[in-house]
């Protein structure tokens, strides 16, 4: 069935650094790609999304491509703040379905 | 943006005892809710889609005479957790899809901690 693999981490940076989170995905047809965040203690906000093949999702600094030629929806941000700390879900929907498929999950830390 | 609640937003409950979490769509109708458990430090797992006006649909491995659902209106779904053991504990998240304007995407509600002593 379709699936969502993404880079557990977790994950430790210092302000201002890069931030590349890997997701891949496995899924017949094209589905629609998202990326959640978790801050703690609370529910899942989603951060961005992308419907289908070349759509870029940006949001707060973050973006992530719809790549079909890779399967992948690698997240990305530029420069790091100690309040993007959190854990970031990639999740997939298929096409023609509701049902919500997430990864692992990838904890982020980032240090003043 | 579509608001879904959930309440309450923790419960403490002794071991044996149930427990009802409730989840509504605010600002719009959802005729299937979804409903989620997550562990500390774990991902979402689906548990079982709730669907308005028939039963619900179990994901393998969930006890459906355990965890009861009922999706009594186009705005509320609940789910009750019979007969609680400490195991029982754990983040319950409940979301519902977007609807035509935003098909494929699902708004979810701020969870509910459950701690089952």
């Known amino acids: 069935g379709d699936s969502v693999t993404q880079m557990e981490g977790p994950v430790t940076l210092s302000e201002e650094a890069f931030l590349t989170i890997n997701c891949t995905y496995t899924?017949?047809?094209?589905?629609?790609l998202f990326w959640y965040v978790q801050y703690p203690g609370e529910g899942l906000q989603l951060l961005l999304k992308?419907?289908?093949?070349?759509d870029k999702g940006s949001n707060k600094g973050f973006e992530a491509t719809y790549r079909k030629e890779t399967t992948s929806f690698h997240l990305e941000k530029g420069s790091v703040q100690v309040s993007d700390s959190a854990v970031y879900f990639c999740?997939?929907?298929?096409?023609?379905?509701?049902?919500?498929?997430f990864g692992a999950g990838t904890r982020l830390t980032v240090k003043p | 943006g579509a608001v879904v609640s959930q309440h309450p937003s923790w419960v403490i409950c002794k071991s044996g005892t149930s427990v009802k979490i409730e989840c509504r769509s605010l600002d719009f109708q959802a005729t299937t809710m979804f409903w989620y458990r997550q562990f500390p430090k774990q991902s979402l797992m689906l548990m079982a889609t709730s669907n308005e006006g028939s039963k619900a649909t179990y994901e393998q491995g969930v006890e459906k005479d355990k965890f009861l659902i009922n999706h009594a209106s186009l705005t509320l779904s609940t789910l009750t957790v019979t007969s609680a053991h400490p195991e029982d504990s754990s983040f319950y998240i409940c979301?519902?899809?977007?609807?035509?304007?935003?098909?494929?995407?699902?708004?979810f509600g701020p969870g509910t901690r459950l701690t089952v002593t």
């Open positions: 899924a017949t047809g094209y589905p629609s």
């Open positions: 979301s519902a899809p977007g609807g035509s304007r935003h098909p494929y995407e699902q708004y």
């Open positions: 999740a997939l929907t298929p096409r023609g379905n509701n049902d919500m498929r």
């Open positions: 992308a419907t289908k093949a070349d």
